[in-house]
């Protein structure tokens, strides 16, 4: 084991909750891995997370780093099913 938090054990700990860092963690756990994920931030998603710059308006931090996301990950861990969407067809 790698890392122990509290009473649990992990098979690998990942710090920063960035798109790399979640794409890591997913393929991970995919694996049968006990990932452990830690964000010091607010939320996860790095630069590629959504915020609210006015008030009612939202938009992606970084949208550029999405764009660059390789679509056989986005197939290959499903994530239309899991809520993120994206207008750009894969080429």
């Known amino acids: 084991m790698i890392g122990r938090a509290g009473t649990h054990r992990y098979d690998a700990v990942i710090i ?3 798109i790399g860092a979640l794409t890591a963690a997913a393929y991970l756990a995919r694996g049968k891995a006990r990932v452990l994920l830690l964000e010091a931030g607010d939320g996860f998603g ?19 780093v999405v764009y ?13 099913d899991h809520g993120p969407r994206n207008s750009r067809r894969p080429t």
């Open 16 to 18: 920063g909750g960035g």
């Open 46 to 64: 790095g630069d590629a997370a959504t915020v609210e710059f006015a008030a009612g308006f939202q938009a992606p931090l970084a949208s550029h």
């Open 68 to 80: 660059a996301l390789d679509w056989r990950t986005v197939r290959e861990l499903r994530l239309a």
